[in-house]
Each structure stands twice: as C-alpha cells, then as structure tokens.
C-alpha cells in the first residue's frame, strides 16, 4: 500500500436492512497483518464486502497517524484533554463542532437543502431546529433584507 503495510483505507457500501439503507464500512490492510483495530473487530475487512453494491472510498475528517478511524471512546479522551488544557472553552465536545458547520454554512448563505445533505440528515426539521443557530450576523442579515424590500 502507497501509505505504508500498516496505514488503514476505508470503504463504505449502502446496504439495505429491513427496508432501511445502512452505511456498512470496510477497512483495507495490509492482508499478512491482519491486526484489528478497536473499530475494525465491529466493522468488516474489505474482503467481506458483498458484491452486489460498489465500495466507495471513505475520506475520514479525524483519523488517527495510521488511518485508523477514531472511535466514540478516542473522542471522549480528546474532549477531556481539551477541557483540561484549555479551560476557557466551557463544555466542549466535538458535536459541537457539527453545530458549528451548519451554523457557518447556513450564516454565509448556503441552501438549507445543501446544509441537510452535506450533514447526513433525511428530514430537514432536523437541520432547522438544532443545527442552525440565531446569530448577530444572521440577525443583521434578515434585518438589511426587510430594509431592501421595504425601500
């Protein structure tokens, strides 16, 4: 493998279970190593796929150095550590880092639609009522818009 015998790929393929789509993931190895990671003894090794569905490459935002995805408990230990080294961020936790996603791309003018797909969500409710966040600018904006329509 280009990244080195160790380094991780993942693969995604959308299987549909009980009349719903479920995202399967696959991870590629080195096949002599065959060494499980924390998240690949739940997941399945690329050889496992099914071959009525394609593989698609899956390009992980957070991974650790040798591709390994990041498990619920690695995100966990990093909320501690930023907690405890910067304390001036009050109750961080990397879901909020969704909230600020959506909240910059809805600020700066991206469509709701756009916002909804980007985020993974079926209903756009979803993207409405927690995701997008009143702010000055928004504020400000909606306030220049009615002082448009109005002039």
């Not at 995202?23 to 499980?36: A, G, H, R, S």
Request: aromatic share 8%.
């Amino acid at each position: 493998m280009a990244d080195g015998p160790l380094y991780q790929k993942h693969y995604y393929q959308i299987n549909e279970i009980k009349g719903r789509q479920h995202c399967q993931i696959f991870t590629e190895i080195d096949p002599e190593i065959k060494v499980l990671s924390s998240r690949c003894t739940k997941g399945k090794f690329i050889e496992d796929a099914g071959k009525e569905q394609p593989l698609q490459p899956l390009h992980l935002v957070l991974s650790k150095p040798g591709g390994e995805m990041l498990t619920t408990q690695s995100l966990k230990w990093l909320d501690k550590l930023i907690q405890k080294e910067l304390p001036e961020i009050k109750d961080f936790h990397f879901h909020c880092l969704r909230h600020t996603y959506a909240t910059t791309l809805i600020a700066n003018g991206a469509n709701f639609k756009d916002v909804q797909a980007l985020m993974g969500h079926s209903d756009i409710s979803i993207i409405l009522n927690i995701y997008s966040h009143v702010t000055p600018e928004t504020q400000r904006k909606a306030v220049d818009i009615s002082e448009r329509a109005i002039s």
